[in-house]
């Protein structure tokens, strides 16, 4: 009888994909808004209670804006564009580290011109996103930057 194939423990990048590796929608179509994004689980580990993952955004794209009860990290590995991180929205480029805390709205969008692929640090147990309310948004964009930010829905 042959051995079972253990998974090889490397895998190959090439043009923003990996080996062995789906590339997945980012959400389910209708669950939210958002744009031109799709998601890579990258590693899975529920004894590190642990799930790494890339998302690649196309020009002009942008993923929910969202805020839920788990932290996680984001480092952008490819291009540029703006992120909102709770009340201030920030540029972003390739090699930046943003951590977004428990609770505070987040959204990535990618320049016009530039892609936007970032990779994700998540609890493999975590809890599901929720969307702001019409009063939560209107809030958000009392500032003129924001609102700017986010009229590009």
Same mark, same amino acid.
């Given at each position: =009888? #042959? &051995?079972?194939? &253990?998974?090889?423990? $490397?895998?190959? +990048?090439?043009?923003?994909?990996?080996?062995?590796?789906?590339?997945?929608?980012?959400?389910?179509?209708?669950?939210?808004?958002?744009?031109?994004?799709?998601?890579?689980?990258? +590693?899975?580990?529920?004894?590190?209670?642990?799930?790494?993952?890339? +998302?690649? /955004?196309?020009?002009?794209?942008?993923?929910?804006?969202?805020? @839920?009860? @788990? =932290? @996680?990290?984001?480092?952008?590995?490819?291009?540029?564009?703006?992120?909102?991180?709770?009340?201030? /929205?920030?540029?972003?480029?390739?090699? #930046?580290? $943003?951590?977004?805390?428990?609770?505070?709205?987040?959204?990535?969008?990618?320049?016009?011109?530039? @892609?936007?692929?970032?990779?994700? =640090? $998540?609890? /493999?147990?975590?809890?599901?996103?929720?969307?702001?309310?019409?009063?939560?948004?209107?809030?958000?964009?009392?500032?003129?930057?924001?609102?700017? +930010?986010?009229?590009?829905?």
């Amino acid at each position: =009888m #042959d &051995k079972p194939q &253990k998974p090889d423990p $490397v895998r190959r +990048f090439r043009d923003y994909r990996w080996d062995a590796t789906d590339l997945l929608a980012y959400k389910e179509e209708g669950s939210a808004p958002f744009k031109a994004i799709t998601r890579q689980t990258l +590693f899975r580990d529920p004894a590190l209670r642990a799930e790494l993952r890339y +998302f690649e /955004v196309s020009p002009g794209g942008y993923s929910t804006l969202e805020r @839920h009860e @788990h =932290m @996680h990290a984001v480092l952008i590995l490819r291009g540029g564009g703006e992120c909102l991180i709770g009340g201030e /929205v920030r540029k972003i480029q390739t090699n #930046d580290l $943003v951590s977004i805390a428990p609770w505070t709205w987040h959204q990535f969008r990618a320049s016009a011109d530039d @892609h936007l692929g970032f990779l994700c =640090m $998540v609890n /493999v147990e975590r809890d599901k996103p929720v969307q702001p309310t019409a009063e939560e948004r209107k809030a958000l964009e009392a500032d003129p930057r924001i609102a700017a +930010f986010l009229k590009q829905d």
